[in-house]
C-alpha cells in the first residue's frame, strides 16, 4: 500500500534528492508506476528499485522532520478551509470578501 503522504513530501523536498531517486519516487507515486515498470527501461531489477524507493522516502521523512514545511503547509490548509466554513455564518458582505481570501489561500497550495 502506498503512502501518499509522501507525494506532498516529494512535492515539497524532491528538489533535494538525487535525480533518480526524484524520478522514481515521481514515477512510483505520481504515475502509479509498477516496480517492474521503473525497473524495465534501467535495466535494474524490481529489487533495486524498491531499495531506491525506501531511501528516498526515508531522506524525504528525514528533510520533513528537520524542516517541517509539509505539515506547515497542511496546517495552513486546514485553517483556510476552516475560514471557508466559519465565514457562512458571518453577514454580506465580510462573507464573501473572507471566503475569497481564504478561497485564494486555498489556490496557493
Known amino acids: 500500500m ?3 503522504d509522501y507525494v506532498l513530501l516529494l512535492d515539497c523536498y ?4 538525487t535525480e533518480r531517486q526524484r524520478s522514481l519516487l515521481e514515477g512510483y507515486y505520481d504515475e502509479d ?3 517492474a515498470e521503473l ?3 534501467l535495466g535494474i531489477s524490481r529489487q533495486a528499485v524498491h531499495d531506491s524507493i525506501r531511501r528516498g522516502e526515508r531522506q524525504l521523512a528525514a528533510l520533513e522532520e528537520q524542516m517541517g514545511i509539509a ?3 497542511k496546517a495552513a490548509r486546514a485553517l ?3 475560514i471557508r466554513t466559519l465565514s457562512d455564518a458571518l453577514p454580506e458582505p ?3 470578501q473572507i471566503a475569497d481570501a481564504a478561497k485564494k489561500g486555498l ?3
Open 80 to 82: 483556510f478551509a476552516e
Open 94 to 96: 465580510q462573507r464573501q
Open 107 to 109: 489556490e496557493l497550495f
Open 39 to 41: 525497473a524495465q527501461p
Open 14 to 17: 524532491g528538489s533535494l534528492l
Open 71 to 73: 505539515a506547515r503547509l
Open 2 to 4: 502506498k503512502n501518499l
Open 33 to 35: 508506476l509498477s516496480l
